[in-house]
């Protein structure tokens, strides 16, 4: 069973930082795939950063410049640095996995149960 483990988030600031991590936890898989996207009430869920074994990294307009992604691969490990915060930032935000599992052909998705990020003063 293929897990993804999200930690971090919370309350902060406008203009302050937060760290959001992502693990893949189980055994005998590979990913594609790994990133964030976030929702807020009354929006569809957006890319915020993601990294895929094909591309560079992506980011979303909105944050472009203020957050930072990066992955441990050796862990299936990402980590969301997210620097200069602002209230329209305050959203669930969600990990994201495109993951094959050992026998199988295709990739599937996979999803984090979510963080809160709010950012308030």
């Known amino acids: 069973q293929v897990q993804l483990v999200e930690s971090g988030g919370g309350l902060e600031h406008p203009g302050g930082s937060l760290n959001l991590s992502c693990a893949a936890s189980g055994t005998d898989f590979d990913t594609e795939v790994m990133g964030w996207y976030r929702q807020s009430p009354g929006k569809p869920r957006e890319l915020v950063a993601r990294?895929?074994?094909?591309?560079?990294?992506r980011y979303g307009d909105s944050v472009q410049g203020r957050f930072t992604f990066f992955r441990e691969s050796a862990k299936n490990t990402v980590h969301l640095q997210m620097n200069d915060l602002k209230p329209e930032d305050t959203a669930v935000y969600y990990c994201y996995a495109s993951i094959r599992r050992r026998g199988y052909v295709h990739y599937y998705d996979y999803w984090g149960q979510g963080t809160q990020v709010t950012v308030s003063s």
């Open positions: 990294y895929a074994t094909y591309s560079d990294i």
